[in-house]
């Protein structure tokens, strides 16, 4: 009977393994890799049927973090043999753990075994190691889709605003030949408050904002407003809402990947899963509370953009775009935050969602309920609290900035301006060769000349720096208006080829 026990748990290598078993376990896996490669193939024709490049982008990223994964997965498989034949005293082995109990299931190497040591890293635990990554992995991808999902909902009300704009009932209540203090106009009604002027009592007011309408529409109004005063034309038809759409979905393909830096907070993360650190008392709180304090800094910017504005206005309020009202004059900083933001509280639900599949819902891990209800609840109020408060104000604010975006022209427009000016400069550079080919044949005819009537006079002479007047070979230099009709045109064109498919 014990020899049965015993012969139940060895594992059966593929020696010993019918060659139909095998055949079908690597047909399915190959069946199931070649419809998610078809799967994504079909979403990146989409996109680009529907000139969606900042997608295209985001979803090569991501097929990026798939190889890099498939990658580190390879990695770990070779090297855990290695790994585990490294030997370790049991009293270096027994510190830092994330449990309190000693006991393990796993098996020693023989190696370590013999010399009353424990391996650095067991074979099980370099296995556990790769669901990890994995889980981790897709939590963030998935939690970055639906955090944007979010935010492009709660957005979607800006589509009414923006039409908005375009009646008369707008352009009459802001009349630019009309005259008014700042605090009588709605902005500044919003904004202007008893404590704004002081510090202590601006920023309490701007944390307990976020929570209330983070954004208001006399916001949108007014900060369109600025940004097409300081980059456009005054009456410029420039549509404010898909311009912040098309800069969404280019941050979207940042915060989407997981960079270098990200991989080492993530060895930080694992190394304070110890007992020790007691991390779930603080460690589930650090996303909630980044989240607050970039909320709270976004708002703060709209009223100091209020309270730098002139006292005395004509037609709406203009407020002026500056990098200085940003953390260390970067706007883009903010984007890295929200980043780190999502990847950490991905990775809180990554970790509780992996401990509960290998160790079950009541393991070592979670044998306090404090435990599971704070991952729980600060996972939930993240994801929804950065997706539907915070995320929008950034999308709004953070247009804010001195510069405008490569995102302010649609894909089309923009390759057609870089066909424009590859176009122009090759003409510049045509007629830069005719100057001075002709300046050089005039030089040496003068010279010759010269030459030959200078012996009867006195030898010095001057020679006059030829001059060029050059004019572009190429078109007229776009004007604004030009590029809004081509970017509207562009539009139309897009959705009218969605329409008929």
Request: proline share 3%; with cysteine; aromatic share 14%.
């Amino acid at each position: 009977m014990a020899d049965e026990e015993v012969t139940t748990t060895l594992e059966t290598t593929l020696e010993l393994t019918p060659t139909w078993a095998v055949a079908t376990v690597c047909f399915i896996l190959i069946l199931l890799s070649i419809i998610l490669e078809h799967l994504l193939n079909l979403l990146g024709k989409y996109f680009n049927r529907k000139r969606r490049k900042s997608l295209i982008q985001a979803l090569d990223k991501i097929k990026s973090e798939l190889m890099l994964l498939g990658f580190v997965s390879l990695l770990l498989t070779v090297s855990q043999r290695p790994i585990a034949k490294i030997c370790i005293p049991k009293s270096v082995g027994e510190t830092f753990l994330p449990c309190t109990e000693t006991s393990s299931e796993a098996e020693e190497e023989t190696k370590c075994a013999e010399q009353g040591m424990v391996s650095f890293l067991s074979r099980q635990g370099v296995e556990e190691l790769q669901y990890l990554i994995f889980v981790l992995a897709f939590f963030h991808v998935l939690s970055c889709v639906l955090t944007f999902s979010l935010g492009m909902a709660k957005m979607k009300r800006w589509e009414s605003w923006e039409a908005e704009t375009k009646t008369l009932e707008y352009q009459f209540l802001n009349d630019p030949r009309r005259f008014q203090l700042s605090h009588q106009t709605s902005f500044g009604k919003r904004h202007l408050k008893f404590w704004s002027d002081h510090r202590f009592l601006r920023w309490p007011a701007c944390f307990f904002r976020q929570f209330f309408h983070s954004v208001y529409k006399v916001d949108y109004f007014t900060l369109r407003h600025g940004f097409i005063m300081a980059h456009f034309t005054e009456g410029t038809n420039f549509d404010f809402q898909k311009y912040i759409r098309r800069a969404l979905e280019k941050d979207f393909g940042v915060v989407v990947g997981i960079s270098w830096w990200i991989w080492i907070f993530t060895v930080f993360f694992l190394f304070f899963n110890a007992h020790v650190f007691h991390n779930y008392l603080w460690l589930p709180f650090f996303p909630l509370v980044m989240l607050l304090v970039v909320g709270t800094k976004l708002q703060g910017i709209i009223t100091k953009m209020c309270l730098e504005s002139p006292h005395v206005v004509r037609g709406p309020l203009l407020v002026k775009p500056n990098d200085n009202l940003f953390w260390f004059g970067k706007p883009k900083l903010l984007l890295h935050l929200i980043h780190f933001i999502l990847y950490q509280n991905s990775f809180q639900i990554a970790f509780f969602t992996w401990t509960w599949y290998k160790f079950g819902f009541r393991s070592c891990f979670h044998k306090q309920n404090e435990d599971i209800i704070i991952r729980l609840a600060m996972g939930v109020v993240v994801q929804i609290l950065c997706g539907y408060v915070t995320l929008p104000l950034y999308a709004l604010v953070t247009q804010m900035g001195t510069s405008m975006g490569k995102a302010v022209f649609t894909e089309s427009v923009a390759e057609g301006l870089k066909k424009w000016r590859a176009k122009a400069k090759k003409n510049l550079a045509m007629e830069n060769t005719n100057h001075l080919s002709y300046a050089t044949t005039s030089l040496d005819t003068s010279l010759d000349t010269s030459l030959d009537t200078s012996l009867d006079h006195s030898p010095s002479f001057t020679l006059a720096a030829p001059s060029f007047s050059l004019e572009r070979g190429g078109p007229n230099p776009i004007s604004d208006s030009e590029i809004v009709a081509l970017e509207n045109e562009d539009e139309e064109q897009v959705n009218g080829k969605g329409k008929k498919r």
